[in-house]
């Protein structure tokens, strides 16, 4: 093959991929979702920045109204719904049986961008596992999940929290993000653990009405190290 017929067919294979990589309907579609969110995105932080501005102007004893719930009144809060109880049913119907909690709230941080992170207990007694029907699992895989989960351990929560401010509720998105395990800390259990809680527990954000006062303010959330501040527009 001489060089100029080469080079014509590399032209032409070329010419042949940059047409199939062209952007199509599906990748329009998924660009243009993705500009909506980066837009959302840069409001939501200008919208913060002027927040936090306003809200160093009160602390420096300007009018501003704002509001702000200390890091100890979260976690007295979350800990007001604990211990909280259900059955192995509920994690897994077909293949748990048991008695289970979650308890004992610790280590509560707020974070930058509305994140609040803590630690929660949880335990277990009377468990029963049923692995029948698994390819591979067998009594000694049942019993080291069962001790597992007796042995109870420790519950890394990632809370996101939004504001609703025109119905006065703070919503909670929580999300498990690690745990550990008292007996049995394999990775296998504790991913088992883990993606169930997520997947029965917190799917779904959890509401919590704000007083009066934080209602009428009808402003913006932000956090600082040890306070959840709304302040108003």
């Not at 032209?11 to 329009?28: E, K, R, T, W």
């Not at 990775?187 to 009066?212: C, S």
């Amino acid at each position: 093959m001489s060089w100029r017929i080469y080079f014509l067919c590399a032209a032409v294979l070329g010419s042949l991929f940059i047409v199939g990589c062209g952007p199509n309907q599906y990748n329009l579609k998924t660009r243009k979702k993705e500009v909506a969110k980066l837009k959302r995105s840069i409001k939501a932080a200008r919208s913060a920045k002027a927040a936090s501005a306003r809200y160093r102007e009160g602390l420096q004893g300007k009018s501003v109204n704002w509001i702000a719930v200390s890091k100890e009144s979260i976690g007295a809060a979350i800990a007001a719904y604990l211990p909280y109880r259900y059955r192995g049913q509920d994690l897994s119907k077909k293949r748990l049986r048991g008695n289970f909690w979650f308890s004992k709230p610790s280590k509560v941080k707020l974070h930058p961008g509305n994140r609040l992170t803590y630690r929660m207990g949880f335990g277990a007694k009377k468990v029963t596992v049923n692995l029948k029907g698994i390819f591979g699992a067998g009594k000694s895989d049942a019993r080291e999940i069962k001790e597992a989960l007796q042995g109870g351990g420790t519950l890394s929560m990632d809370v996101t929290m939004q504001l609703n401010a025109k119905k006065g509720q703070l919503f909670l998105f929580s999300n498990c993000t690690a745990v550990k395990l008292n007996k049995r800390n394999t990775r296998r259990n504790r991913k088992y653990l883990r993606d169930a809680i997520n997947k029965k527990f917190f799917k779904f954000g959890y509401r919590i009405p704000l007083p009066d006062a934080m209602n009428k303010l009808q402003g913006h959330l932000l956090t600082t190290a040890h306070h959840v501040v709304i302040v108003g527009r």
